[in-house]
């Protein structure tokens, strides 16, 4: 199925292009989309098969491995630029792609599990707006929200969040501050995300089994003694990701699943399981979609990436793999966490060259051991999983790894417009 799905996609890509691969269905992943339900659904793979099979003795099928390392990946925009390129320059009519639309090549796409965190970002703000705000290292942390001591009812002890000045966490807000000042927002029939501002909570659950999942509850994360909030922790906000982008965790789940990091840690060597520790393909490293796990502690989705997202290439290249540091990374995560108080966010992995975390000093030193392995003439890298760490990613060329339907969101409708404009114009930094 993954084979017919990525020629699929080839096939479409270059019968939509014809050069033109700004094209913001091709480039912002739902050309991946569609290449796997036509797959599924649809004779085309007959005219594919024709064409491969037409074309087996001019080596066509040797280039497509090679595009599509063994047809286990889908090419990036700028590989089926240089194909398209390879395969019309005989004709004068070379794709055009300067050095800044090919960074921003690898930068547009967005991944399996990424459009799901895209999904839920938007809804729990009723507004796209935090799809286009980063989060980086000059975002000043929230007023208006703190943290007091409380303990679960098992006796567990936790720091749960209180808002506990709702106009003073707006005024600083990144995203919530545009809102407020916008005198469109909330749109009729939506909810006021300024009223309920999205917080981190620690141990705020959403209920997934439901037939529409609540993102707008406190939970127990976020204190009854402040203001109305929506409270998410950190792994509810990847589970509910995965639902609303009809992903399974396992192939023999029934009802969508709210995993723990340590679930989701421990569900990764199941033999159903539908996620699975990466091995990176050097001098490739994370995509978009992927998930970055510590055990017991934080959970994030890979959003999109820069063309070295990790710095891998670029230290093997100048031989210096122990100089790569976290500012050197080149990508951004989707995540509901403590960071500067913002809770569910996107933001920009360079923030934490200053705001040191267990889980990005283990992405350092991955990235270390991975450009040490290209330089050691290795063509992968170590399976990233070590300890309570791990980068996995979703099984998507099994089809028992997608539910019938994806997760139905309250409020879902206030975006989903928005939501597909910015696929279509997959304008990411």
């Known amino acids: 199925m993954k084979k017919n799905t990525i020629l699929t996609f080839i096939f479409l890509a270059t019968l939509n292009t014809s050069c033109q691969l700004t094209s ?8 991946q989309g569609m290449a796997k339900r036509v797959s599924r659904e649809s004779d085309i793979l007959d005219v594919v098969d024709d064409v491969v099979r037409e074309e087996e003795g001019q080596g066509v099928n040797e280039d497509l491995r090679g595009l599509t390392d063994n047809y286990t990946n889908f090419p990036t925009s700028y590989d089926i630029t240089d194909y398209i390129n ?9 794709c055009a792609m300067t050095d800044h639309e090919r960074e921003w090549s690898f930068v547009k796409s967005v991944g399996t599990g990424s459009i799901g965190a895209r999904k839920v970002l938007a809804t729990i703000y009723q507004s796209c707006e935090p799809i286009d705000t980063v989060i980086d290292s000059r975002t000043p942390s929230l007023s208006g929200v703190s943290t007091q001591e409380a303990t679960f009812s098992d006796g567990t002890d936790f720091k749960q969040r209180v808002v506990h000045d709702v106009g003073a966490m707006v005024r600083s807000h990144e995203v919530l501050r545009k809102l407020d000042e916008d005198p469109g927002y909330p749109g009729e029939g939506c909810i006021d995300a300024t009223k309920v501002p999205p917080v981190y909570g620690y141990g705020s659950r959403k209920g997934l089994r439901s037939n529409e999942i609540n993102l707008f509850t406190r939970g127990q994360g976020v204190s009854r003694e402040g203001a109305r909030a929506s409270g998410i922790d950190c792994s509810e906000f990847i589970s509910a990701a995965y639902a609303a982008e009809g992903l399974k965790f396992t192939s023999n789940d029934r009802d969508y699943r709210s995993l723990t990091t340590t679930s989701l840690h421990d569900t990764v060597r199941s033999k159903n399981s ?7 393909k050097l001098p490739y490293s994370i995509r978009s979609g992927d998930i970055i796990n510590v055990k017991g502690s934080h959970v994030i989705m890979v959003d999109t990436i820069g063309e070295d997202p990790l710095a891998i290439r670029k230290f093997s290249e100048l031989g210096r793999c122990d100089d790569i540091t976290i500012s050197d990374f080149n990508f951004t995560y989707i995540h509901s966490g403590a960071l500067k108080n913002y809770g569910p966010a996107r933001v920009d992995a360079r923030t934490h060259a200053t705001h040191r975390s267990t889980m990005f000093a283990n992405l350092r030193a991955q990235a270390v051991a991975s450009c040490k392995a290209i330089l050691s003439e290795q063509e992968y890298s170590n399976e990233m999983m070590s300890g309570r760490f791990s980068i996995l990613r979703h099984n998507s060329e099994d089809a028992a790894c997608y539910y019938d339907e994806p997760a139905k969101l309250k409020g879902e409708s206030c975006i989903n417009q928005c939501l597909q404009d910015k696929l279509k114009e997959a304008k990411n930094v």
């Open 86 to 94: 390879g395969n019309v320059s005989a004709l004068g009519t070379q």
């Open 274 to 280: 539908c996620i699975k520790p990466v091995k990176f």
């Open 24 to 31: 913001g269905d091709f480039l912002s992943g739902k050309a």
